[in-house]
């Protein structure tokens, strides 16, 4: 058991992975000793830069959510995806762990064996589905070892499917750079760059939007960042008051306390965007060794927040917008007699900055602002469908708030509902279908959807 628990926590690290896939890409392409040592370390170190702005990030959200709630006096359920998958790990801890190798090893076989040759890197995304797979699978009867293959396989096949299905939108996102989406939000990332590409026909980028000169400062993102947030803060902190307030801010005045909190959030952001070039500078030279040596054109699937520096501004709009979206979501939830879904910060910032990047990137400044606009509305319902199926299984205070998670949670779960162990088994094989078809139907060494590449 310990040893699982080492290569567990290992496999949940995306540091480690990153630096560990960069090692082993630098081994096969034979490069000298420091070179293998420094090319691993910068992964790690630049994921671990990363992970610090977004705990920045999340810390200073957190306050504002509770601002929100009680300041607009809103009850209800607040998605959170460490929340629910911490209740499930004291119910399911051994299915998840294993699920969790299963997964990483079933999304290797699958890279080097068909065309979706996509490595998905953020373990803690991983993590977090191997929960949902474990509870919402163990609801429909699965156990033991059945449970977790099954489970595992889902897994390492949505690792592998999900990268490739808006594998064109990331390169257009990315400006061609060899990199692929790993984060369980891609659903809403790819319907925004959808509608962005019907949308958005002559819109300019968000990244042309002229500045007169007198404030030309808002170019700076870590400045626009930071009074985009100290509105935001201090809006809420007077609509909570100031004695809510102080019992966040101690002895600190509510109002300075409301500034610093989102003069922090901008550190935050610029920590992960420092964090995000420290990774790409080594990770995606090293995984040529990968891509030509052991999984041939192998594609690395990293983390939302890498495609943060690519459209800074689409950035804040993407969560602006979301968080519009969430808001509006809500109140139709309320109206129609539903649970509360309450906009969690945190996913409406991660999520739908990513939305806005991806929106931007096909339909410019009207796509960031109307596909992460619909995001942000994915982000309120989808929660609201899953909340019965894990409700059921005694998670009813919180809910998943990717849309991913949703999506997979509510299939599997109206598949249980309705076909039984059946259901289960009818996805598996179209699962499988689509694994393999491409590789008989046009067969290729190039990842599927990498259509740079292709040409």
């Known amino acids: 058991m310990a040893i699982l628990n080492f290569f567990r926590d290992i496999l949940r690290e995306p540091a480690f992975l990153m630096g560990l896939m960069a090692m082993v890409g630098l081994i096969a392409l034979k490069s000298p000793s420091h070179k293998i040592l420094t090319g691993t370390l910068g992964p790690i170190l630049g994921y671990i830069m990363l992970s610090a702005g977004a705990d920045v990030i999340s810390s200073n959200l957190t306050p504002l959510s509770q601002m929100i709630e009680f300041g607009f006096n809103i009850r209800g359920v607040v998605p959170n995806n460490e929340a629910v998958t911490s209740v499930a790990q004291t119910i399911l801890g051994v299915e998840t762990m294993t699920i969790l190798i299963l997964g990483l090893i079933f999304n290797v076989i699958i890279a080097r064996f068909t065309r979706y040759k996509y490595i998905f890197l953020t373990g803690h995304h991983s993590f977090f589905m191997a929960c949902l797979l474990s509870a919402v699978l163990g609801a429909i009867g699965f156990e033991g070892w059945t449970l977790i293959l099954i489970g595992g396989f889902f897994l390492g096949a949505w690792s592998s499917i999900s990268p490739a299905i808006g594998q064109k939108y990331t390169l257009l996102a990315t400006d061609g750079d060899e990199v692929a989406m790993g984060h369980f939000g891609s659903i809403g990332y790819y319907i925004s760059a959808a509608i962005g590409s019907l949308v958005g026909k002559n819109s300019k980028s968000t990244e042309d939007i002229k500045v007169p000169e007198q404030w030309s400062f808002l170019r700076n993102t870590t400045i626009s960042t930071a009074l985009t947030m100290v509105v935001f803060y201090l809006v809420a902190a007077i609509a909570a008051g100031p004695e809510f307030v102080s019992t966040l801010s101690a002895d600190t005045s509510p109002y300075i306390y409301a500034i610093m909190s989102g003069l922090r959030f901008a550190v935050g952001v610029a920590i992960v965007y420092a964090g995000v070039r420290m990774i790409l500078a080594d990770l995606i030279p090293a995984f040529q060794g990968i891509a030509t040596k052991i999984i041939p054109n192998a ?132 699962l499988l279908v689509v694994l393999i078809l491409p590789s008989i139907l046009r067969p290729s060494s190039i990842a599927l959807n990498n259509v740079e590449m292709e040409e």
């Open 299 to 430: 594609v690395p699937a990293v983390d939302c927040a890498v495609f943060f520096p690519y459209a800074p501004t689409a950035v804040i709009l993407g969560f602006i917008s979301s968080f519009v979206g969430g808001l509006i979501g809500m109140f139709v939830l309320g109206f129609a007699g539903s649970i509360l879904i309450i906009p969690g910060l945190v996913p409406h910032f991660f999520c739908g900055a990513t939305a806005g990047v991806y929106g931007n990137a096909t339909g410019g400044r009207k796509g960031a602002i109307i596909g992460a606009f619909v995001n942000g509305l994915g982000l309120a319902f989808i929660p609201a469908l899953l909340l019965p199926v894990l409700g059921d299984l005694g998670f009813g205070d919180t809910t998943f708030g990717d849309l991913d998670f949703g999506v997979i949670g509510i299939l599997l779960g109206k598949a249980g509902e309705w076909l039984g162990n059946i259901g289960i088994y009818i996805i598996i094989v179209v």
